[in-house]
Structures are given as C-alpha cells and as structure tokens.
C-alpha cells in the first residue's frame, strides 16, 4: 500500500505539469471562446461561434460526469489504467468533444487533432483544435478539457505554452516510421 501510494505521488510529482486542478477564477467564458473563435476569420459565422462556445463548455462538464472525474487529471489517468473509471484519459476526451462538436455540422469552422509530448509516451496529450476553413494549425484555438478534469481551457494554440502542439496526423505517421524502422531491424537480426 505504501509502494502504491509513492508510485502514485512520485508519478503526479514527475508529470505535474500535464494536469493540474483549475485556476481558483475558473468559469465558463462562453463570451470570450466566442469572440476569439470569431476572431479566427470574418467568414466565421457569430451564431457557429456561439454555439460552439456553449457546447464546448457545457459538454466537457458533462464529460467530467460521466467519467466520474473527482480528482486532479493525472489521478484520475490512473484510476482509469487500474480500471475502476472506464474512461477519461486525454484522447478520451479529445476524442468525445470532437464526435459531438462534428455532430453540429458547423460550416464556418473545421476541427482538427494534435498531440504533445510526442517524445514521452507517458505524458502524451490529445487535445482538440478548432479553425478557419483552411487555416495553418497554428492559427487555430485548443480546446483542452482533459487538463482541469471537464473545465474546459481553451487559447490560441501559439499561446498555450504549456504544450508545443503537433498535428496528429504527422505523430501517427512518424509513429509508423518509427514502429516500420524497428521491425526491419528485429528482422534483420533473425
């Protein structure tokens, strides 16, 4: 028991910087995630940006119920690797909050996936990014709401210093390569 706990401390001591509880002033700021996604383009429509303000706020709190989140993000990771909270893991979330946002069937905005920490698989983290119709990533906004456990945090992806963002596409491809690499050379050994 003593061991377990260390291991859990130890580990939330080492990947402290990937979840953290949310700032004490945290609230939903519908109004702010709506403006600087209708900041993105003039194209943007201010009723999609509106809307997927509020859906990105009040559905990541849902998440956060239904994965049973009553602890920091990193405690919570655990809880869902030892089994006894289904789900809730980072791409989890990214991987909800994406499906229900693509459920709207937005036409001024496009969704995109990045992945951080992508040299560390134990700290790797899946986030959502939003955007203008055929706009750079960086260009984009994250909606990270794994990182408070369901309150939401969002901000212009070149502002989020926390995470340097890479396209998922591009870390699954690099991740093929390299998975490509070793099993030439563990052939190559037989």
């Known amino acids: 028991m003593i061991l377990r706990l260390f291991a859990v401390v130890m580990t939330a001591l080492t990947l402290g910087a990937c979840g953290a509880p949310a700032p004490s002033d945290w609230k939903p700021d519908v109004g702010g995630l709506s403006q600087e996604v209708r900041q993105l383009s003039p194209a943007i429509d201010p009723e999609e940006a509106t809307r997927l303000a509020q859906i990105s706020f009040s559905y990541s709190q849902q998440l956060a119920r239904e994965y049973n989140v009553t602890d920091p993000p990193l405690v919570h990771n655990a809880k869902v690797n030892r089994g006894t909270r289904p789900r809730g893991l980072c791409w989890h979330w990214a991987d909800d909050l994406e499906k229900r946002l693509r459920q709207e069937n937005f036409q001024s905005v496009q969704f995109h996936r990045a992945i951080a920490n992508t040299d560390n ?3 790797e983290h899946s986030t959502v990014i939003v ?11 994250v909606l990270d709401p794994w990182r408070y456990g369901g309150k939401l945090f969002w901000a212009p992806v070149e502002e989020d210093t926390r995470y340097r963002w890479i396209p998922r596409q591009q870390v699954f491809a690099e991740k093929r390569r390299r998975a490509e690499r070793e099993d030439a050379v563990t052939r190559s050994r037989n």
């Open 121 to 123: 698989v134990r700290v």
């Open 131 to 141: 955007l203008a119709p055929g706009a750079a990533m960086e260009d984009g906004i």
